[in-house]
Antibody
Framework: QVQLVQSGAEVKRPGASVKVSCKVSGYSLTEVSMNWVRQAPGKGLEWMGGFDPKDGEPVYAQEFQGRVTITEDTSTDTTYMELRSLRSADTAVYYC???????????WGQGTLVAVSS | DIQMTQSPSTLSASVGDRVTITCRASQSISPWLAWYQQKPGKVPKLLIYKASDLENGVPSRFSGSGSGTEFTLTISSLQPDDFATYYCQQYNVYPGTFGQGTKVEIK
């Protein structure tokens, strides 16, 4: 069974950066496509970016272009999401989600709360 | 980016009711449409993938249908455990956009 374990909660100042990690166990990172989804308080799910299973290249939602970078370390089966130039509207729970052969996000991390406040 | 529009935003129903949620895409995405269930404070859970395939362990009262740009999630007989928010997501073209969600409330 796949497990995704994310790093702990973060509190950041506006303008700072945050890097959230997500370690995969039960599968190799090469067997899944990793995605990052966020959810602001009381709001819906928002797909930020992920590795396109068609070619393995990172793709980012337009809203986050230039501000987010998603990377992988296959030696440790860990994926990372870095979001820069943080603002209060970035306060949210950030989830990693893994898609296997079915391509939909079957497995989810527990979520990481990132709070942005001055 | 492909836009996904869910309706209704909120749905009030009783235990035993048949419930249908609709999701429309701004362009054809067949069959790459998933449905997720999320309860307050919990992680989203995959219910349906490839528009109509039931995820392992999901009760058979959940079903998905549709093609092209219009899709539906049906709960044949609503149970107390089903009161939650439901999201559709297209994954035909990255980025894999979500609908805005449908909250199913107790009537």
């Amino acid at each position: 069974q796949v497990q995704l374990v994310q790093s702990g909660a973060e509190v950041k100042r506006p303008g700072a950066s945050v890097k959230v990690s997500c370690k995969v166990s039960g599968y190799s990172l090469t067997e899944v496509s990793m995605n990052w989804v966020r959810q602001a308080p009381g709001k819906g799910l928002e797909w930020m970016g992920g590795f396109d299973p068609k070619d393995g290249e990172p793709v980012y939602a337009q809203e986050f272009q230039g501000r987010v970078t998603i990377t992988e370390d296959t030696s440790t089966d860990t994926t990372y999401m870095e979001l820069r130039s943080l603002r209060s509207a970035d306060t949210a729970v950030y989830y990693c989600a893994a898609a296997d052969s079915i391509a939909a996000a079957r497995f989810w991390g527990q979520g990481t709360l990132v709070a942005v406040s001055s | 980016d492909i836009q996904m529009t869910q309706s209704p935003s909120t749905l009030s129903a009783s235990v035993g009711d048949r419930v249908t949620i609709t999701c429309r895409a701004s362009q054809s995405i067949s069959p790459w449409l998933a449905w997720y269930q999320q309860k307050p404070g919990k992680v989203p859970k995959l219910l349906i993938y490839k528009a109509s395939d039931l995820e392992n362990g999901v009760p058979s009262r959940f079903s998905g249908s549709g093609s092209g740009t219009e899709f539906t999630l049906t709960i044949s007989s609503l149970q107390p455990d089903d009161f939650a928010t439901y999201y559709c997501q297209q994954y035909n073209v990255y980025p894999g956009t979500f609908g805005q969600g449908t909250k199913v409330e107790i009537k």
